[in-house]
């Protein structure tokens, strides 16, 4: 899609929320229930698309959030749009157990404010998600293929997340490029239960609409 089309994603799907009496967290969140810390949303995850994009919602104890923060998104790709010409720096550790592993990439994760706004970006280590971690320019190139418009889950929640997605590929591109430096000089394990966050960036409207690629 282009900037303009994603503008019109991001703007679109916001404003039928809002005329929908429906804003973002409700439809993620259930109503009638008290939010559980660290489970999924939906609990399945939202899985769309030939390049298999996918979401979940879910959050921290309030004393491992950052300021202000509700919540976050854990967004990814799955392994197979990666090119066979570049292999991961960290793959999985063996599997423990028989449960099934999703093979993902983890593109990033998008906090979401105490009022329900989105409030930064941010990466992690590759035991924060049980990813496998592929150089920071291989994940780059394939971030034009996030896009959650299909049947499973909200329509609207797929839209919004998509535009940001799109909006946000140049800051998404900087926090890559920084997770790899972060994880080069303190864990190319990926296993360091020390090193969690290894990139951050608040958003900023002005950036996020006038960032055009």
Request: net charge negative.
């Amino acid at each position: 899609m282009t900037h303009a089309e994603l503008t019109d994603l991001l703007m679109s799907s916001t404003a039928a929320m809002f005329v929908g009496g429906q804003p973002l967290m409700n439809r993620i969140l259930p109503s009638a229930e008290p939010i559980e810390l660290w489970q999924h949303y939906p609990p399945d995850d939202v899985v769309n698309g030939t390049a298999g994009s996918r979401y979940f919602y879910h959050c921290h104890p309030p004393a491992e959030r950052s300021d202000g923060e509700h919540g976050h998104f854990h967004l990814f790709l799955d392994t197979s749009v990666m090119s066979d010409s570049v292999a991961p720096i960290i793959p999985p550790p063996p599997a423990t157990s028989d449960e099934p592993r999703a093979d993902v990439v983890h593109i990033g994760a998008l906090a979401i404010s105490t009022d329900g706004l989105p409030l930064c970006w941010f990466t992690t280590n590759r035991w924060v998600t049980d990813e496998w971690i592929y150089p920071a320019e291989a994940v780059i190139d394939q971030l034009a293929q996030f896009d959650l418009r299909g049947p499973d889950g909200d329509p609207l929640v797929n839209d919004w997340l998509t535009a940001m997605v799109g909006l946000s590929r140049g800051d998404l591109a900087e926090l890559l490029r920084q997770r790899d430096t972060v994880l080069a000089a303190r864990d190319m394990t990926g296993e360091d239960r020390s090193v969690e966050i290894t990139s951050i960036m608040p958003i900023a409207l002005e950036r996020l609409f006038g960032d055009e690629e």
